[in-house]
Antibody
Framework: EVQLVESGGGLVKPGGSLRLSCAASGFSFSSHTMNWVRQAPGKGLEWVSSITSSSSYVYYADSLKGRFTISRDNAKNSLYLQMNSLRVEDTAVYYC????????????WGQGTLVTVSS | DIQMTQYPSSLSASVGDRVTITCRASQSISTYLNWYQQEPGKAPKLLIYAASSLQSGVPSRFSGSGSGTDFSLTISSLQPEDFATYYCQQSYSTPRYTFGQGTKLEIK
């Protein structure tokens, strides 16, 4: 069974940092591009970042302005999101999602981890 | 960026009704269009990919159609568990995916 389990969320002050993790199991993690998607309270879905299977390519939403860094450790079946210079508007549930390369869709999602940026 | 607009933003319907949700892209995206369902407090769930392909395990009352800029998701006979929020997503400009703003389907 495919499972994605996020962790690392919490309350942080503006300007602070947080590192999210996503533990994958039940599939060949090293074969898939992985993504982070976020959802602000009461709002829609926003794609955040993507990393290819061997970490060769990483991509970010323009709105992040270089504050976030995506990475992965295929030996540990884990995906990460380092978030720096956090802003109030980064408050959201952050989901990791597995990408299917043939038609580019997200077939499995984690349950999400809540990041709250507040003073 | 490709903008995705869903119509309507909310919809009230009854069990057994046939409902259609529309998604429009700001430019042609061929059939690179996916649909997700999200229940309150839960992660999104893939329903339809590549505009019209039904994800494994998804009931056949869900169907998708369209190409270019105009797409639709149809539920042929609403069930109680279908009351949720639905999102379209374009994957034409991968990896710069964009989602529609969502359509909340409520019980009438």
């Amino acid at each position: 069974e495919v499972q994605l389990v996020e962790s690392g969320g919490g309350l942080v002050k503006p300007g602070g940092s947080l590192r999210l993790s996503c533990a994958a199991s039940g599939f060949s993690f090293s074969s898939h591009t992985m993504n982070w998607v976020r959802q602000a309270p009461g709002k829609g879905l926003e794609w955040v970042s993507s990393i290819t299977s061997s970490s060769s390519y990483v991509y970010y939403a323009d709105s992040l302005k270089g504050r976030f860094t995506i990475s992965r450790d295929n030996a540990k079946n884990s995906l990460y999101l380092q978030m720096n210079s956090l802003r109030v508007e980064d408050t959201a549930v952050y989901y990791c999602a597995r990408e299917v390369a043939t038609d580019y869709y997200f077939d499995y999602w984690g349950q999400g981890t809540l990041v709250t940026v507040s003073s | 960026d490709i903008q995705m607009t869903q119509y309507p933003s909310s919809l009230s319907a009854s069990v057994g009704d046939r409902v259609t949700i529309t998604c429009r892209a700001s430019q042609s995206i061929s059939t690179y269009l996916n649909w997700y369902q999200q229940e309150p407090g839960k992660a999104p769930k893939l329903l339809i990919y590549a505009a019209s392909s039904l994800q494994s395990g998804v009931p056949s009352r869900f169907s998708g159609s369209g190409s270019g800029t105009d797409f639709s998701l149809t539920i042929s006979s609403l069930q109680p568990e279908d009351f949720a929020t639905y999102y379209c997503q374009q994957s034409y400009s991968t990896p710069r995916y964009t989602f529609g703003q969502g359509t909340k389907l409520e019980i009438k």
